[in-house]
């Protein structure tokens, strides 16, 4: 299926939340909005959203999950999560790397709130493009009377980080220009990776 990422919007209330201040009831003052708002807009016109996505049918067995064409997850919650489904999907969503770039830019100018308020725009845009190709998924499958199961990334729980290796090639995700660091970490930095598992709606 193919998933359209490209009217990302990226919300000031959750620029807001990435900053810390839903978490007290400091509001920023007039001069500190505009501020948040005009790096928001410098985010929004250097994001390049893109998506790639993957499918197969797969197997649950003990603590290990297999695809149809032969890769493996060996993981017990990753096990748990698709246990009673019949397919899975990977999805990958990348915002680009310009974004980071002037971030970079902006701390080499000793510009550090600048460049904070960019980085916070700048997860929440990843954060919005993976919940929309997420949502997308989640329709497809409805409309075929299936149900999706909660998504899951490499790096949480058991399932551990370097095996993002194998799951990226698996998922094809070189075709938007992904590629992991020394430390397994997406490059560019402002990207996310899941697995999100398929039931059908009787069984829950």
């Known amino acids: 299926m193919n998933i359209n990422i490209a009217g990302i919007k990226i919300s000031y209330e959750a620029v807001l939340q990435r900053l810390g201040y839903l978490k007290t009831s400091e ?3 007039a001069k500190l909005e505009t501020e948040i708002k005009e790096r928001i807009d410098a985010a929004q016109k250097l994001i390049r959203p893109k998506a790639v996505t993957a499918f197969e049918n797969i197997t649950v067995f003990g603590n290990e999950v297999s695809f149809e064409s032969g890769y493996k997850i060996e993981s017990p919650q990753v ?4 246990d009673g489904c019949f397919k899975a999907y990977g999805v990958a969503v990348t915002i680009g790397s310009a ?3 002037k971030r970079n830019e902006l701390i080499a ?3 550090t709130f600048k460049a904070l308020i960019l ?3 700048g997860s929440v845009a990843a954060e919005e493009a993976v919940s929309q190709a997420n949502k997308q998924i989640t329709e497809f499958e409805r409309l075929n009377n ?3 199961s909660k998504r899951f990334s490499p790096g949480y729980g058991d ?3 370097e095996k993002q290796k194998e799951f990226l090639q698996w998922l094809g995700a070189e075709n938007i220009g992904l590629r992991l660091n020394d430390s ?3 490059q560019p930095e402002k990207s996310v990776s899941a697995l999100i598992g398929v039931r059908k709606t009787d069984n829950r």
């Open 99 to 101: 974004l980071e770039k």
């Open 119 to 121: 980085d916070a725009a």
């Open 159 to 161: 399932w551990k980080l």
């Open 27 to 29: 509001r920023p003052d």
């Open 146 to 148: 299936n149900i999706t």
């Open 184 to 186: 397994f970490q997406m």
């Open 109 to 111: 100018q000793k510009e």
């Open 79 to 82: 096990a748990k999560l698709l």
